[in-house]
């Protein structure tokens, strides 16, 4: 019997399935949020003083940076002047802001950026805004009144007691003094450059006073100015200083430190320590207990100051 000629099919019933719905999208639980929450927290607080701290380290690195370069303009300052060392600041001339220490060796370290601490802050750097005197034409003691190309340093104070004090008075024209070389016997050991905070010219709160030097924790006596006026006379005959450049100040009490609402003191604000330039160009950290105890021995002196290297000697 003959095949059909049509090839059986098979019935195949098509179901309609049912439309895919949308995947609902994954969301965070209320508790998952606040977990997560949570952890950020957690990482922030553990990385944020390894931050602080690798900031800080950065700013002291520069800082000391700085003050080696300022030690190569001090270097280069004395070779072309007969070894002797700048004075920290001579007379006000009539239509520039006073000359000082940075000014004259400017000429030979023109960065300047270097003269300025990165490590102030801004209550600070508005405290020492010391003008460079070739950016200037006026006296004004308010930066609205300079030059819009004015420039200004500050932070690093000069150890001007023992290494240059131009400071006079009509009635009284001596110490100028500026310190040869060769009588720094102690190069390595004799504070040039330092941070500083000032005085706070002999009241509570912080002025612009003396925020360009630094002062030692005792007048200097027989060496170097012999301390801001020729003598002690001078405070009564004028009300002039005579130790300390913040105002009429003096030893408290022998081998103490001078009064320290006049000093103007090295600022230990290089995570606990002072930033140090010394004579023969090295910088480094120091505590200020140690700038001014050479010797160990739990007295104050003027071992690191006076170019000597000798606690008995002032």
Known sequence: MARSSHASR????????????KVNRAAFTLVELLVVIGIIALLIAILMPALSNARAQSKSV?????????GIGLVQYRIENKGYYPVAAWPSLPDRARTRWADAIYPYMKNTEVYMSPQLDEPQRARMNKPFNHTTNNTSPTASAYLPETKFYGGYGYNWQYLGNGRTTPTQPEPFFAREGAQIRKTADTIAVADTDGSKDGTASYTAEGTYVVDPPLMSLDMGSKGARNAPAMVASTGGDYSYRGGIGGDLVAGTPGDPLRRSTPAERNRGHVNVLFCDGHAVPMKLKDMDDSNGDGMVDNGYWNGKFDATKR
């Open 62 to 70: 520069v800082s000391l940076s700085n003050l080696r370069q300022l």
């Open 10 to 21: 098979t019935a195949f019933t098509l179901v309609e399935l049912p439309a895919v719905s």
